[in-house]
């Protein structure tokens, strides 16, 4: 199966704001599964097999970034 990828997250009060973030990376093209903690500011995105990395980890910045949070890729 695929890799994964680790964000921090900054700026989630709720469970509220998890499960959006949550729901909507689990949306996007190239991504099999997303859990995302409230409780250590973390998303864990599992990607899907044949997906460029880089492009995916950009595109979940700025799509967390539009959703009004910020992601940072943890290497
Ligand atoms: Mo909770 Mo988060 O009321 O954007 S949903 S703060």
Redesign the pocket.
Known sequence: DGDVLRFAIR???????SA?IQRVVGGMDGVDGVEVSLATDTATVRVRPGTVHRELVDAIVARVAQ???EAQYLT
């Open positions: 700026g989630m009060t709720c469970a509220a704001c959006r959703m009004g949070f």
